[in-house]
């Protein structure tokens, strides 16, 4: 769950603002959305949300706080449905009368959107008559509350372009997303730095490359306009807008349902203590300045999803599970392009069972530079996908959401492909189920590939690689396939040394071959596995030719029993 509470509420003591004048029509509406907002506070469901005086983060007036897990909204009172349908109409004879005002575009934006009237609102958006750069920022925080984050990236892409420069600056500005050196940096910026520097930000962080548009981009920029609207306007919390509220909001998003805290005290009366609730799971998308400063070397660590503090999140509605995808990927080198194969299994995923899965393999070595493979049916055993793309560092990122049930797995990392000029190299290893018929080159071995790195009770698992550049065929060339535990602990080699247990079971194979010409030499070879323990080894291929350097290509895997 999450949850926000003015800090004020628990300390004791409201704080109050005052309005301001205007036009008598828009004095009405600014009234009517004052009277909503009060009739929501009144009638919110009641439900504990503050036992243990937590605060992830204070922020001004304001405690946040994430519980994590699978948040679920209570029902929502009819006679706060019926009130807002009011205000609604308000707000629609209001903008008869004043077209142009934008206070009362962004209002009803606002609300349809609250409403779940995505159609409506995107209509309202597109019908605004205020500032264009406005209307289409509406039209884009429409657009993504929708789910269309490819039209809501483009609308937005609008709005930035035809706001004026210092305004653009202010909506661009991902400082309170950032923290450590990565904020030190951004802040040193001016403004065409730090559109230079987001952009690469905005495409580390986007969750999905299989979808259109960048949806945590959109998601930020829908916060910034959802702050602009909320600026002049009482909130659901009972406080005139300021700067915690927008702090708040930009970080960790808008609350899609509040509930109110049982009264303290039944003999005296008080404003009721407000928490509203963003949608959960909430994640954290943003990677490490590691990763930001070396996408081609970036770890799987280096996007950490759930951490336990995080300066911001964003819970994509299309994931209500966002789960790391076990697989196997490798590189094999055409020419000046790479062939990337990867490779997953979600049929022993109880979140995936029996589910319509859409899975896609993506290589993006910048913002603007992405190959997709993509392929789509019911969960049944592995599924293998191929790109090809430049040989040069990318990240990998191969993704499977099942669209019913909400559903998201995903592996991502970079990879720098090896560049040794005129001299022998090595594939990554591939590991296949062999068939009857061992497999000998590429195409014919994707179909047997695993999905995983993880095997129960293995017997057979066939290793296929490849070298390049080894020459005329003339000269034999020394390989090696060995598979060793990886570790054991102190207390293992302790016990083993008193011959309690038996000496880890490793493998080892070594054989001289001339292998045959051309630029690529596939080879495969099936190992027997069935002797080995339960634990995590390397496999390991090393290939020595008669001329150079020795290579070698590695494998982990991790064995169960």
């Known amino acids: 769950m999450v949850g926000i509470l003015p800090l004020f509420w628990l300390l004791g003591g409201p704080w109050r603002g005052h309005g301001t004048d205007s036009l008598a029509l828009l004095k ?82 606002r609300y349809l959107i609250e409403h779940q009237a995505f159609d409506a609102a995107v209509h309202v958006a597109t019908a605004c008559r205020a500032t264009t750069w406005w209307c289409e920022a509406l039209g884009g925080m429409a657009r993504h509350a929708a789910g269309d984050f490819a039209g809501a990236d483009s609308t937005f892409t609008a ?86 509220l927008r702090d708040l909001l930009v970080r960790y998003g808008w609350a899609t349902y509040w509930t109110r805290e049982p009264p303290r005290s039944e003999l005296v009366p008080s404003e009721p203590r407000i928490a509203g609730h963003e949608p959960s799971p909430s994640l954290h998308f943003g990677a490490t300045m590691q990763a930001f400063d070396d996408p081609g070397g970036a770890r799987p660590e280096d996007w950490v999803l759930d951490p336990r503090r995080a300066r911001e999140r964003y819970a994509p509605a299309y994931a209500r599970a966002f789960v790391e995808l076990d697989h196997q990927a490798a590189v094999f080198r055409r020419a000046d392009s790479c062939v990337v194969v990867g490779a997953y299994d979600l049929s022993g995923d109880t979140l995936f069972a029996g589910a319509s899965v859409t899975g896609a393999l993506v290589l993006a070595a910048d913002e603007q530079t992405v190959a997709l493979s993509r392929d789509s049916g019911v969960v049944r055993g592995t599924r293998a996908l191929t790109a090809t793309a430049p040989c040069q560092p990318f990240v990998l990122s191969l993704e499977a959401l099942a669209p019913g049930e909400k559903h998201v797995a995903r592996a991502r990392y970079g990879v720098t492909p090896s560049a040794r000029p005129n001299q022998v190299e ?136």
């Open 426 to 561: 090595i594939s990554d290893l591939l590991l296949f189920d062999p068939p009857d018929s061992v497999p000998d080159n590429l195409s014919a071995v994707i179909p047997w590939a695993y999905g995983a790195t993880r095997f129960s009770a293995p017997h057979r698992v066939g290793v296929f690689w490849e070298l390049y550049g080894v020459g005329s065929g003339e000269a034999a060339v020394t390989m090696a396939l060995t598979v060793t535990r990886e570790g054991g602990g102190w207390l293992r080699r302790a016990v083993q040394s008193l011959g309690l247990v038996g000496p880890h079971k490793n493998v080892r194979l070594e054989w001289d071959e001339v292998p045959q010409p051309g630029p690529v030499t596939p080879r495969s070879l099936v190992v027997d596995l069935s002797d080995l323990a339960s634990g995590r080894y390397v496999i390991e291929v090393a290939v020595s030719p008669a001329e150079g350097d020795r290579v070698m290509a590695r494998r982990e895997i991790t064995v169960t029993r």
């Open 159 to 244: 709005a930035l372009r035809d706001m004026p420069e210092d305004e653009r600056c202010g909506w661009t500005d991902i400082s309170p997303l950032l923290e450590g050196e990565l904020a030190k940096r951004y802040r040193r910026l001016d403004c065409a730095g730090r559109e230079t520097f987001a952009a690469r930000w905005w495409w580390l962080t986007r969750p999905l490359y299989s979808l259109g548009g960048n949806d945590r981009r959109t998601e930020h920029l829908a916060r910034r306009t959802f702050a602009r609207i909320e600026r002049e306007a009482r909130t659901t919390f009972g406080l005139y807008w300021g700067d915690d």
């Open 28 to 109: 009405a509406a600014r009234r009517a959305q004052q009277t909503f907002e009060a009739t929501r506070r009144a009638n919110l469901p009641v439900q504990p949300a503050f036992a243990s005086d937590r605060c992830d983060e204070r922020i001004g007036r304001m405690c946040y706080w994430y519980e994590g897990g699978l948040d679920t909204a209570p029902e929502e009172p009819p006679r706060i449905r019926e009130a807002r349908v009011r205000l609604l109409a308000t707000l629609a004879d209001a903008s008869v009368a004043l077209p142009g005002d934008e206070w009362i575009a962004g209002q009803r934006v």
